[in-house]
């Protein structure tokens, strides 16, 4: 199994200004990946982080407003830039493990933002 | 079109009895892997279980398994001998090997209550 962690885990931000999250994997993962997940919703796929690349993002999700990078294997960041209230969401990092079986997918414990 | 649909919102259970939650998936593509995950109230997703399109038997990992009907694109979660602790959301989730994407896709979710 691999062992997400996020930076930060909860945010209070202001309205017009970014927050930038961070992702650490304890181990060499394939694929990297961040989610939304508005209040009382299922999670939504934003973008793939691809390493040393520019993200591949979903439809409805534009790199100006969520820029991502993955500098290496284990470590990416999402930034929600010129945030408002509707951005208010849990943020969740997630990764598909290299080798083991099964070949599963771990996610990280959130970031809760509140955008006032 | 829903790709993963799970038709109960809610479910009730009581304690130390079995429960069945329903999901229910679409896709052309030969090979996918079904997971579930476990959301408890503090918002971190659990990995529960994982049934892959190849294999031939039902996937079971203590107390949880999983009700793999190929044919009629299902694929209940069951989880026996409930306990006070199970009381969470519960998401379904498909990858699809074939396609570029290979990102999970969830379902709305279920909230279990276990009551004692």
């Known amino acids: 199994s691999a062992v997400i962690s996020q930076k930060p885990s909860r945010d209070i931000c202001q309205r017009g200004t970014s927050l930038t999250i961070q992702c650490q994997v304890d181990s060499q993962v394939t694929m990297m990946f961040w989610y939304r997940q508005q209040p009382g919703q299922s999670l939504t796929l934003i973008a793939t982080?691809?390493?040393?690349?520019?993200?591949?993002?979903e439809s409805g999700f534009v790199i100006d407003k969520f820029p991502i990078s993955r500098p290496n294997l284990t470590f990416s960041t999402l930034t929600v830039s010129n945030m408002s209230p509707e951005d208010s969401s849990i943020y969740l990092c997630s990764a598909r493990t290299s080798g083991g079986l099964p070949d599963t997918q771990y996610f990280g414990p959130g970031t809760r933002l509140t955008v006032l | 079109a829903q790709k993963i649909t799970q038709t109960q919102p809610g479910m009730f259970v009581q304690e130390k009895e079995a429960v069945t939650l329903d999901c229910t998936y679409d896709t052309s593509d030969p090979s996918y892997g079904l997971f579930w995950y476990k959301q408890p109230s503090s918002g971190e997703m659990i990995f529960l279980i994982y049934q892959g399109s190849y294999d031939q038997q039902n996937a079971t990992e203590g107390r949880y398994s999983l009700n793999f009907q190929k044919a009629r694109k299902s694929a209940n979660l069951v989880i026996s001998a409930s306990q006070l602790g199970d009381s969470a959301m519960y998401f379904c989730?498909?990858?699809?090997?074939?396609?570029?994407?290979?990102?999970?896709?969830f379902g709305s979710g279920t909230r279990l209550q276990v009551q004692p």
């Open positions: 989730a498909m990858r699809e090997e074939d396609t570029g994407r290979r990102a999970l896709t």
């Open positions: 982080a691809n390493q040393g690349s520019e993200a591949t993002y």
